[in-house]
């Protein structure tokens, strides 16, 4: 059984930083991509960023990117999003997510087979 649970969400000030945090266990952790994605009051479910678990491979919505890195530790089996220069617009659940071996079309919601349960990020201007 897979397992997702993310951690490090709070509330910040625009311009502060986060790192949240995706356990993982019953992942083919070596084979998967894992992708964060997020969604704010009233809106859809966002691709964020993804990475493959067997490469070094980075993929992010044109939003974060500059601003946000995704990576992994494969000796635990946690993925990580370093978030820095944090905006209002960010504001939203945050969640990690996986799919199968291959990160192809990484920003649909749909294409992902197991999710966390989601952390809040809150940026406050």
């Known amino acids: 059984q897979v397992q997702l649970v993310e951690s490090g969400g709070g509330s910040v000030q625009a311009g502060g930083s986060l790192r949240l945090s995706c356990a993982t266990s019953g992942v083919t952790y070596s084979s998967a991509c894992m992708g964060w994605f997020r969604q704010a009051p009233g809106k859809g479910r966002e691709g964020v960023a993804a990475?493959?678990?067997?490469?070094?491979?980075?993929y992010y919505v044109n939003s974060v990117k500059g601003r946000f890195t995704i990576s992994q530790d494969n000796t635990k089996n946690t993925l990580y999003m370093q978030m820095n220069s944090l905006k209002p617009e960010d504001t939203a659940v945050y969640y990690c997510?996986?799919?199968?071996?291959?990160?192809?079309?990484?920003?649909?919601?749909?294409?992902?087979?197991?999710w966390g349960q989601g952390t809040q990020v809150t940026v406050s201007s």
């Open positions: 990475m493959h678990t067997g490469d070094t491979n980075t």
């Open positions: 997510a996986a799919k199968g071996p291959s990160c192809t079309s990484w920003w649909f919601a749909s294409v992902y087979k197991d």
